[in-house]
């Protein structure tokens, strides 16, 4: 063991960034530059994107020291400053995942930076509000890239955006539930960024008293939760947690054991000793090349998931019990009794989501269809059975007669006890457990409190078969007349919420329905970040 944990790579081999080919058509105006607090010089760039006015980037701004070697799967350490110009003119490799799009491994294990997006003309004075996104991507995909998040739309309403990457799967989320490696690094990465914000979003003309920490789908999970940790405290002063909530329980927050088995899987995989101890396991796993790491994540699943986390193996865990100190703990309890408890550290203005039929888009097996109808015994062999996949604050035992009973009902209520429900009947059901019941919980709950900020609820029910994202983007795979998860991101992220690559976004008839609810919905959202 002692010689393989001595060869921590300082810098590991990586996959290769993504190349000019997923790259926006923008054009490049002139060269800019903003002074930060420490002295340091970032030199930024004007772009150009589609129809819309011209904005500044800053692009792959450090926020974090590189995670590599012995910070692999530690907290996340504030980016160390420097002197003179620091270019910030292309953006950095996202982190390491498969790009659907190109079906390669792209990105990089060095990946803690951001993205800062303003208005032409914009003077540290200017004290513009603030908005902070988090991609979505269930703790595997995406990234800040402009291809995933076109900012021009808020930009142009003269708001300051901010993009931030965090740690995915092994490397964000990798777990010994122990104080050697509690996990939810990439939860941390989040929060160092906020910190980051609040520290130096008025040299670039940003208001660090009117930030709006906003997210979508698994960056709604992380915008949410920042509501609850105490190092986030200070940071932002609105949220938009968009289909999506940190009691959703597809997205976390599993039991400590559960994760600590799968890294000793993963460690003995890789070639680690069954013998070796937490700390040889550890230093064994900050050893190995990234690329090896990656590409092995997703062979230590103990067991096949139930259907209520049907997720990649790493997912933020509960890991009150094993931090050195409490304040460092992300979760100290399950999310939705820190959600019921009302355990709030900043209770803040919150508007939530959600699409009206959220659940209904597809899940990625296609095995699982006969026609457009489930295939109910290969439906059990993937989801472990309905009774598995219902929702963690019903409060019931699996195995339990109550339970059982209440898998009576569900198969009743929404599959009217048919042995192959349609796929809308199962997306019904699997939209309310994923998305919509979580959401509504939430807002429920954060409007119960009794000292609440104002809470808002927000149905997206507008169908277009053209411009709506997840139409274009799954077609047939998706009922007609439905508008699902992550259809309304066209309406406010323009060009980086195209589905199929880069290109100009369809042409809008001022008049059409399209372009009405654009402006309308950029309208309240933007209210919403400056006003609350």
Same mark, same amino acid.
């Given at each position: ?45 004007? %772009? ?50 498969i790009d ?24 540290a ?19 800040s ?6 900012p ?5 309403? =003269?708001?300051? %955006? ?34 980051? %914000? ?10 660090p ?48 054991e ?16 069954e013998?070796?101890s ?12 990234a ?9 230590c ?6 259907? =209520? ?18 304040? =460092? ?7 939705f ?20 039929? =959220? ?17 109910e ?49 199962m ?41 709506n ?13 439905l508008? %699902? ?48």
């Amino acid at each position: 063991m002692g010689a393989v944990c001595s060869t921590l790579m300082a810098r590991s081999p990586e996959a290769e960034a993504l190349p000019d080919e997923r790259s926006l058509s923008t054009v490049e105006i002139y060269s800019l530059e903003v002074t930060l607090p420490h002295g340091g010089v970032l030199r930024g760039r004007e %772009v150009q994107q589609n129809a819309a006015p011209p904005f500044q980037a800053f692009l792959g701004v450090p926020f974090a020291r590189p995670p590599l070697g012995r910070l692999r799967f530690q907290p996340p350490q504030p980016a160390e400053p420097w002197a003179g110009v620091l270019p910030a003119e292309q953006e950095r490799p996202p982190p390491l995942q498969i790009d659907y799009y190109l079906k390669k491994v792209v990105g990089s294990e060095d990946c803690l930076y951001l993205n800062v997006y303003r208005p032409p003309g914009t003077e540290a004075s200017s004290r513009k509000p603030v908005l902070v996104y988090f991609h979505y991507g269930m703790w595997s995909l995406n990234n800040s890239s402009m291809n995933e998040v076109g900012p021009e739309l808020f930009v142009a309403k =003269d708001i300051v %955006v901010v993009v931030i990457n965090y740690r995915l799967l092994a490397f964000g989320f990798m777990s010994l539930n122990t104080p050697l490696a509690p996990g939810n690094m990439g939860l941390k990465d989040a929060v160092l960024g906020m910190r980051w %914000v609040r520290e130096n979003i008025a040299a670039f003309g940003g208001d660090p008293e009117r930030v709006t920490a906003f997210g979508f789908c698994i960056g709604a999970y992380i915008a949410h939760t920042l509501q609850f940790v105490e190092a986030a405290k200070g940071t932002f002063q609105r949220s938009m947690i968009f289909s999506g909530a940190m009691n959703n329980t597809w997205y976390g927050a599993l039991p400590g054991e559960v994760l600590r088995e799968r890294t000793l899987k993963l460690a003995r995989i890789l070639g680690c000793d069954e013998k070796a101890s937490d700390e040889e396991v550890f230093e064994f796993l900050q050893s190995v090349p990234a690329m090896e790491l990656f590409g092995k994540s997703w062979d230590c699943m103990a067991s096949p998931p139930p259907a =209520d986390r049907a997720n990649p193996p790493f997912l933020p865990v509960i890991d009150g019990h094993c931090v050195a100190r409490p304040e =460092d703990a992300v979760f100290p309890a399950h999310p939705f009794k820190m959600l019921r408890d009302g355990m709030q550290v900043s209770p803040v203005p919150t508007m939530f989501s959600l699409a009206r039929d =959220d659940g209904h888009v597809i899940r990625g097996d296609t095995k699982l269809w006969t026609g457009n109808r489930v295939d109910e015994d290969k439906l059990d062999d993937h989801y472990a059975k309905l009774d598995r996949s219902l929702p963690y604050d019903l409060d019931l035992e699996l195995g339990t007669p109550e339970r059982a009973a209440v898998t009576r009902e569900v198969r009743q209520l929404y599959f009217d006890n048919k042995r192959h429900p349609t796929m809308h009947q199962m997306y019904t059901y699997l939209g309310d457990v994923f998305s919509g019941m979580p959401v509504v919980r939430a807002a429920r709950l954060h409007a119960a409190h009794p000292a609440a900020p104002p809470t808002y609820l927000m149905n997206f029910a507008v169908e277009s078969s053209f411009f709506n994202r997840s139409r274009v983007k799954y077609g047939k795979c998706i009922v007609p007349g439905l508008v %699902v998860h992550a259809d309304d991101m066209s309406y406010y992220f323009g060009a980086g919420a195209e589905p199929q690559g880069p290109g100009p976004e369809p042409e809008l008839a001022h008049d059409s329905l399209e372009a009405v609810t654009r402006r309308r919905m950029m309208a309240f959202l933007s209210n919403f970040i400056k006003y609350g």
